[in-house]
């Protein structure tokens, strides 16, 4: 796991803010992925969920810090427990995996673009470092 968001070096460090949602995305795939197969439990899968959350949400307050508005992706987190629920419900398997990653990563891409979309607003409020790293994974 990586550190908790509540590291970030000052309110509105939205680079390390959006650091710490990719990687609990990345952590989201992974966990599924080992859940498929019986490595981890439902539980531990909702905790990486319940990372994203916290995460997502400690993003949202640095970008608003700086006064941008991140209001289209605030479904983001409910979009994603719903598939979570979905398929969690299911058995474990690798085909329960083929059938609802799908939707995770599309779920997930779609609050990448949103972040990606915001990258000249953040250079125009001053941000130097990059707010999403050129390869994300």
Same mark, same amino acid.
């Given at each position: $796991?990586?550190? @908790? ?9 939205? @680079? ?7 990687? &609990?995305?990345?952590?989201? %795939?992974?966990?599924?992925? +080992?859940? &498929?197969?019986? +490595?981890?439990?439902?539980? %531990? ?15 949202? +307050? ?29 058995? @474990? ?7 609802? $990653?799908?939707?995770? #990563?599309?779920?997930?891409? #779609?609050?990448?673009?949103?972040? %990606?979309?915001? %990258? ?10 990059? $707010?999403?790293?050129?390869?994300? #994974?």
């Amino acid at each position: $796991m990586h550190p @908790p968001s509540y590291y970030q070096r000052a309110p509105g460090d939205v @680079p390390s803010a959006v650091r710490n949602l990719l990687l &609990s995305m990345k952590q989201l %795939q992974e966990a599924l992925k +080992h859940w &498929s197969v019986g +490595h981890v439990t439902e539980a %531990q899968v909702s905790d990486v969920y319940v990372q994203i959350g916290t995460d997502f949400n400690a993003t949202l +307050h640095a970008f608003t810090y700086h006064k941008i508005d991140l209001s289209d992706l605030h479904s983001i987190p409910k979009e994603l427990r719903a598939v979570l629920e979905q398929c969690l419900g299911e058995d @474990p398997s690798p085909q329960v995996l083929a059938i609802f $990653m799908p939707q995770v #990563r599309q779920v997930l891409h #779609r609050l990448l673009r949103g972040l %990606q979309s915001r %990258q000249d607003a953040w250079r125009a409020v001053g941000g130097q470092m990059p $707010m999403i790293p050129i390869d994300p #994974r």
